[in-house]
């Protein structure tokens, strides 16, 4: 069978299992993104599906919905039949996800906890704040002044005897907000400044700085874009803002597209050629690189902030 037949085969079993996606989407059984669902919702969602089957888009898109002021809720859905596969509570509306899918939720710094969920019923609480990924796995975090990993394959009893660290040597006066990991090697790191101003900075090993040095009013949303590469945001959705792309040699790339500045969180598919964006009370699907938004595939949930893994 070709490729072609392949995908239609693919779409047409996703069209028999769509009311799986429906429910996935529910939440609490008769709700769709925090309303109530009705017929218009189920046509929407199997023509999600059908959308996301016919390009073979796969992975689990990770989200956060907000369950009650400050606070939300860890949701998954397998793509391309939107099946629900976890929910647990998290109290951060803010994740970071590894290539392979594993999700640690934590605010940007100073303060918080981290929240690390191996599994929708075993997960684990640390001290810090800025969770990150590297590209091999490895959970990172800032904790008590220091840039903190967590072992892998540690089975010690306590989590935190499993923690190994390197004092944060930032710049004077200024304290870091955000992580995002560019290779095994180099980070990017978001820091105030004085006033508003934020600044990036790319690090090595050993938080010896790098390169890259942008500063402007009001950065956030430092995150990765794969293939080596970050972005950070400049300005507030939906009324401005736009991202700023580059890589692990902190050279600018402008490559991404004007209108996935009007998205509060954005995600890069783990094959690196589909972003996901989410504005306006739904999640929209773009092929990475297009200049304009073709055809995008709309998945109806208010999520705050997006994660996309291998599973």
């Not at 392949?6 to 939440?27: I, K, P, S």
């Not at 490895?138 to 989590?159: A, Q, S």
Request: charged fraction near 20%; glycine fraction near 14%.
């Amino acid at each position: 069978m070709g490729k072609r037949g392949t995908a239609l085969l693919v779409a047409a079993v996703v069209g028999l299992g769509v009311a799986a996606g429906v429910d996935a989407l529910r939440g609490d059984g008769d709700t769709v993104g925090g309303r109530a669902a009705s017929t218009s919702d189920r046509t929407t969602t199997a023509s999600a599906a059908q959308k996301l089957a016919r390009r073979q888009i796969t992975g689990v898109l990770h989200f956060t919905v907000r369950v009650r002021p400050g606070q939300c809720a860890l949701r998954s859905l397998a793509l391309p039949g939107l099946e629900a596969t976890s929910a647990v509570d998290v109290g951060s509306c803010r994740i970071a996800t590894s290539l392979g899918g594993r999700v640690a939720a934590g605010s940007p710094c100073p303060r918080g906890n981290i929240v690390w969920v191996p599994s929708p019923t075993r997960p684990m609480l640390f001290e810090g704040c800025a969770p990150a990924w590297k590209p091999d796995g490895t959970l990172t975090f800032v904790r008590r002044g220091r840039l903190v990993e967590l072992v892998k394959g540690c089975t010690r009893p306590d989590p935190v005897d499993c923690l190994r660290g390197t004092p944060v040597r930032s710049h004077p006066g200024k304290a870091i907000r955000e992580l995002a990991w560019l290779d095994d090697e180099r980070v990017a790191v978001l820091v105030d400044g004085r006033g508003r101003v934020r600044s990036v900075f790319i690090y090595e090993a050993g938080l010896r700085r790098a390169g890259l040095g942008i500063s402007f009013p009001g950065l956030s949303y430092l995150h990765p874009l794969g293939g080596r590469r970050a972005v950070v945001r400049s300005g507030t959705p939906p009324d401005g803002g736009i991202f700023f792309a580059f890589d692990q040699r902190g050279v600018f790339e402008n490559d991404v597209p004007r209108f996935l500045a009007d998205g509060q969180a954005l995600a890069v598919s783990p094959d690196g050629a589909w972003v996901a964006s989410t504005r306006a009370g739904a999640v929209y699907i773009y092929r990475l690189g297009d200049r304009r938004p073709l055809d995008p595939i709309r998945i109806d949930i208010d999520a705050v902030d997006l994660g996309w893994g291998t599973s």
